[in-house]
């Protein structure tokens, strides 16, 4: 590649620190003497300060013009050059251009910056709607400054890997490729291309997009790959892919689709996630069903042990959710198969109806094979739906926040117990008049059984607080109520089967 000084690279070498700096509107010198005249500036020394800094102001400007005068000259001669190949041309004018946007850049802010204060000096400092709407405007300015900054940054990333390429394939004419050598050139070209093909271009086909808000992000890099030794910065964004983005808002993201799709990825933070849950929910389970209470309690205590009121140790919250989900499908699928599929032998269509009715639906569909069938799926999909149902519950405690239990404790006691006693009272009413005489002391064991808020309500409600059917606190309410419903449970039975089971009878059904 042909040096570029050939094209007055050299030449313009001096005055690049200045130009930088420069804008090419001579008359901001003016708006920025009219401005503080305007406004009265008292000391001598302060307007002293505003001529000269003004007069420095116009001798970049003129500086900057005579640099893209320049810029121009060499363009035109880097395009009559003969000696260059079309791609040098390409790359030497792609580098030219990128400095003279630059200096477009640093325009447009000098600019911005003259206006801004402009508006400053003529709002009103009691004005907090247009303090706040000037504030909105210079945010917004910095986000698209900080978008045309990576784009820039990203072209020269691009136009140092051109330049190394170049600088090897002058290396390779100069010494005899060996076969194998020449195989893998051609293997990097085609690879070169494939990558090219399947990027998708998803930021700048977005960025214009309407209704499209431009916003500053935090990127947290990985701390395992900070730690290596003899790693660079550029290996660290090449690494997995896998740095965390927070945005103002404390959102927090991962990546979902990397920019190259030959290198496969592994989100490590899901699997350190679903292997911590499944350790944990096992003790916690098998603990909950010592004690009497229902097993899936003791997962629910497991996401609150990993979960934000807790180590805060789960990072890929959304992830496991929405794992979790596939516990409540394959459960309403095992309960369709338990569903007589008379009334639904006509339904073969699944469309305009929410998965979970899909699923209870197909399940029921399936059950019309016969008992064998039924038997020999259910007994195939079990193990998968504890897992996944284990998955389920874990991910309702990450939303289970003891601190909310205790702030709220007296009304949250006060609406368990009407509750518990609600459903209590209208079981044994509906079992009076169904059972015999001789039975009626079975409706206290059963109702003390019904009287709990049944664990489905954790389903019901995620999904309407999904859909936007209930709000915050009403969810935070429901959860609270029907784990503490579940906690007074095995009291109350026990309690109905000391006072109700005859002595004989209790043992078995303690």
Same mark, same amino acid.
């Given at each position: 590649?042909?040096?570029?000084?050939?094209?007055?690279?050299?030449?313009?070498?001096?005055?690049?620190?200045?130009?930088?700096q420069?804008?090419?509107?001579?008359?901001?010198?003016?708006?920025?003497?009219?401005?503080?005249?305007?406004?009265?500036?008292?000391?001598?020394?302060?307007?002293?300060?505003?001529?000269?800094?003004?007069?420095?102001?116009?001798?970049?400007?003129?500086?900057?013009?005579?640099?893209?005068?320049?810029?121009?000259?060499a363009?035109g001669?880097?395009?009559?050059?003969?000696?260059?190949s079309?791609?040098e041309?390409?790359?030497?004018?792609?580098?030219?251009?990128?400095?003279?946007?630059?200096?477009?850049?640093?325009?447009?802010?000098?600019?911005?910056?003259?206006?801004?204060?402009?508006?400053?000096?003529?709002?009103?400092?009691?004005?907090?709607?247009?303090?706040?709407?000037?504030?909105r405007?210079?945010?917004?300015?910095?986000?698209?400054?900080?978008?045309?900054?990576?784009?820039?940054?990203?072209?020269l990333?691009?136009?140092?890997?051109?330049?190394?390429?170049?600088?090897?394939?002058?290396?390779?004419?100069?010494?005899?490729?060996?076969?194998?050598?020449?195989?893998?050139?051609?293997?990097?070209?085609?690879?070169?291309?494939?990558?090219?093909e399947?990027?998708?271009?998803?930021?700048?086909?977005?960025?214009?997009?309407?209704?499209?808000?431009?916003?500053?992000?935090?990127?947290?890099?990985?701390?395992?790959?900070?730690?290596?030794?003899?790693?660079?910065?550029?290996?660290?964004?090449?690494?997995?892919?896998?740095?965390?983005?927070?945005?103002?808002?404390?959102?927090?993201?991962?990546?979902?689709?990397?920019?190259?799709?030959?290198?496969?990825?592994?989100?490590?933070?899901?699997?350190?996630?679903?292997?911590?849950?499944?350790?944990?929910?096992?003790?916690?389970?098998?603990?909950?069903?010592?004690?009497?209470?229902?097993?899936?309690?003791?997962?629910?205590?497991?996401?609150?042990?990993?979960?934000?009121?807790?180590?805060?140790?789960?990072?890929?919250?959304?992830?496991?959710?929405?794992?979790?989900?596939?516990?409540?499908?394959?459960?309403?699928?095992?309960v369709?198969?338990?569903?007589?599929?008379?009334?639904?032998?006509? *339904?073969?269509?699944? $469309?305009?109806? &929410?998965?979970?009715?899909?699923? =209870? #639906?197909?399940? /029921? %569909? +399936?059950? !019309?094979?016969?008992?064998?069938?039924?038997?020999?799926?259910a007994?195939?999909?079990?193990?998968?739906?504890?897992?996944?149902?284990?998955?389920?519950?874990?991910?309702?405690?990450?939303?289970?926040?003891?601190?909310?239990?205790?702030?709220?404790?007296? *009304?949250?006691?006060f $609406?368990?117990? &009407?509750?518990?006693?609600?459903? =209590? #009272?209208?079981? /044994? %009413? +509906?079992? !009076?008049?169904?059972?015999?005489?001789?039975?009626?002391?079975?409706?206290?064991?059963?109702?003390?059984?019904?009287?709990?808020?049944?664990?489905?309500?954790?389903?019901?409600?995620?999904?309407?607080?999904?859909?936007?059917?209930?709000?915050?606190?009403?969810?935070?309410?429901? $959860?609270?109520?029907?784990?503490?419903?579940?906690?007074?449970?095995?009291?109350?039975?026990?309690?109905?089967?000391?006072?109700?089971?005859?002595?004989?009878?209790?043992?078995?059904?303690?």
């Open positions: 590649m042909k040096v570029l000084g050939r094209s007055f690279f050299w030449v313009l070498f001096p005055v690049l620190p200045w130009a930088v420069a804008v090419e509107h001579e008359e901001v010198a003016q708006r920025v003497i009219k401005l503080h005249r305007g406004r009265g500036v008292a000391a001598m020394q302060s307007r002293q300060w505003v001529r000269d800094s003004c007069r420095k102001l116009s001798g970049l400007l003129r500086q900057k013009n005579a640099v893209l005068n320049k810029l121009k000259t363009i001669a880097v395009e009559k050059d003969v000696g260059l079309d791609e041309k390409l790359f030497q004018v792609h580098t030219f251009e990128i400095f003279q946007k630059e200096l477009n850049e640093s325009e447009n802010s000098v600019f911005q910056a003259v206006y801004g204060l402009q508006r400053a000096l003529q709002g009103d400092y009691k004005d907090v709607v247009n303090m706040k709407e000037s504030s405007q210079r945010l917004e300015a910095l986000r698209e400054a900080a978008i045309k900054e990576e784009t820039e940054y990203m072209e990333l691009a136009a140092e890997k051109h330049q190394v390429e170049a600088l090897k394939n002058m290396q390779h004419q100069n010494q005899s490729l060996s076969m194998l050598d020449e195989i893998l050139e051609d293997v990097r070209k085609a690879a070169d291309r494939l990558e090219e399947i990027e998708e271009h998803a930021f700048d086909d977005n960025k214009s997009v309407k209704g499209v808000n431009f916003e500053a992000v935090l990127r947290v890099e990985e701390e395992e790959a900070n730690s290596k030794q003899n790693i660079t910065k550029r290996e660290v964004e090449d690494d997995l892919g896998l740095s965390m983005l927070i945005d103002s808002q404390n959102n927090q993201y991962i990546l979902t689709k990397p920019r190259d799709s030959t290198i496969p990825r592994a989100d490590h933070h899901f699997i350190k996630d679903i292997v911590t849950i499944g350790m944990l929910s096992l003790p916690c389970g098998w603990l909950c069903t010592a004690i009497g209470l229902p097993t899936m309690f003791g997962y629910i205590i497991c996401g609150v042990l990993l979960g934000p009121s807790g180590l805060n140790s789960i990072k890929s919250i959304v992830q496991v959710e929405t794992l979790g989900e596939f516990g409540v499908f394959f459960t309403l699928f095992l369709g198969l338990e569903f007589s599929p008379e009334k639904l032998r006509k *339904v073969t269509e699944l $469309l305009d109806v &929410s998965m979970e009715l899909g699923c =209870f #639906l197909a399940g /029921a %569909l +399936v059950s !019309s094979q016969g008992p064998v069938v039924t038997e020999e799926i007994t195939s999909i079990e193990p998968i739906r504890d897992f996944l149902a284990i998955v389920f519950f874990a991910s309702i405690g990450l939303h289970v926040f003891p601190t909310f239990v205790a702030y709220e404790l007296t *009304v949250l006691v $609406l368990t117990l &009407s509750v518990v006693v609600m459903k =209590f #009272l209208l079981a /044994a %009413l +509906v079992l !009076s008049l169904i059972l015999p005489r001789s039975s009626q002391y079975i409706k206290w064991i059963v109702s003390a059984g019904l009287a709990q808020v049944s664990e489905f309500s954790f389903v019901l409600g995620s999904r309407a607080r999904r859909a936007g059917v209930i709000s915050r606190e009403v969810y935070l309410l429901i $959860l609270s109520v029907t784990t503490l419903s579940l906690l007074l449970a095995p009291v109350l039975w026990r309690a109905a089967i000391t006072r109700c089971v005859p002595r004989p009878e209790r043992r078995s059904s303690l």
